[in-house]
């Protein structure tokens, strides 16, 4: 029998998945990443979510809000993808991830945004792309979540097997560090 570890029975991912996105973006060390998620635990428990989103995880909604408001200043600039549209085919949601990795989060390249995606299927969880290839995506997880093979990928909640990830591209997140502008 296997010890739970930190994490194991909490619903926090979301949380993580903002540090390690503003990580990445603002190139943040220990010690203010560290403040970040304090100041993000403060804000949840200010406004009464802290239980909630402990107990039973996070919408986009919420997430979008702890990024606009949690530390009293906008921790980067973000757009949530096909929010209001009908959700797209698989490869048409892969191919944009590719596209928006290359354009801004290639850290080899020196950009510095960052993809933050829900799972769903095998896995109810938030986490944040490290790199994209037409193949697979390699995490930046905060669970230890190392990559998610295409082949195992739908965008469609009709699973048609056990073992798929659902991508909910209504619910991915783009950042970008403030002093970008990457709607013009």
């Known amino acids: ?99 928006l990795e290359k354009k801004y989060c290639d850290k080899k390249a020196g950009k510095n945004g960052a993809i933050i995606i829900e799972l769903g299927g095998i896995h109810e969880h938030w986490s944040v792309i490290d790199k994209i290839t037409p193949r697979q995506i390699r995490l930046y997880d905060s669970e230890s979540m190392k990559t998610i093979n295409r082949s195992k990928c739908t965008t469609s909640k009709k699973l048609k097997r056990h073992d798929m990830n659902i991508l909910y591209p209504a619910q991915t997140i783009f950042l970008v560090n403030s002093s970008v502008d990457f709607q013009k």
């Open 1 to 99: 029998m296997n010890p739970y570890h930190q994490g194991s029975l909490d619903s926090l991912c979301g949380v993580y998945a903002i540090v390690n996105a503003a990580k990445r973006i603002n190139r943040l060390n220990d010690k203010q990443s560290q403040r970040l998620f304090n100041d993000i635990i403060r804000y949840l428990d200010k406004e009464g979510r802290l239980v909630e989103i402990i107990l039973e995880g996070s919408l986009c909604n919420l997430i979008q809000d702890i990024i606009n408001n949690s530390t009293g200043r906008k921790i980067c600039n973000f757009s949530v993808l096909f929010q209001g549209v009908p959700t797209p085919n698989l490869d048409e949601y892969w191919n944009l991830l590719v596209d």
